[in-house]
């Protein structure tokens, strides 16, 4: 079977994300929400040529085929960024159960919600499930320091 995967690490050089497949990585910073990822998907490369409106995109019945996975296959091919941080910022890893349940002002709402992470991440994952619920929904919430 394949799987995506997010991972991030937090450096002197700031915030670098690997990336393979549609899991995501997000940075909250002073309200506004930043997609630090592109997804490795079909509907991606749709939205990226124009001939699907990112709207859209959320709710296409192919939007669960990925161009990129960890598996079957033993080679895989991450896509690594790094992004300058500074204390304060949230990082958010998730899946796309997350991020095709929520759009981005629901994300930047409920990670502005409070500044308990643990009920943030609890709330991002009761919302996820309560407007779907038809997928998984992993979630990481991290503050900068
Ligand atoms: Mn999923």
Known sequence: MATTLVAGHVGAAGVTVAHVGDSRAYLFR????????ADHSLVAALVE????????AR??????????SL???????PEVTTVAAQPGDILMLCSDGLSNTLDDDAIARLLASTAD?????GRLAAAAVDADGR?????????LG
Do not use: N
């Not at 997928?135 to 919430?141: E, P």
């Open 49 to 56: 040529r124009g001939r699907l409106h990112p709207a859209a």
């Open 30 to 37: 002073d309200g506004a929400l930043e997609r630090l990822t």
């Open 59 to 68: 709710r296409h019945p192919l939007r669960s085929v990925i161009m990129r």
């Open 135 to 143: 997928d998984d929904v992993s979630a990481v919430v991290a503050l």
């Open 71 to 77: 598996g079957p296959g033993p080679a895989a091919d």
């Open 117 to 121: 992470l643990d009920a943030v991440v």
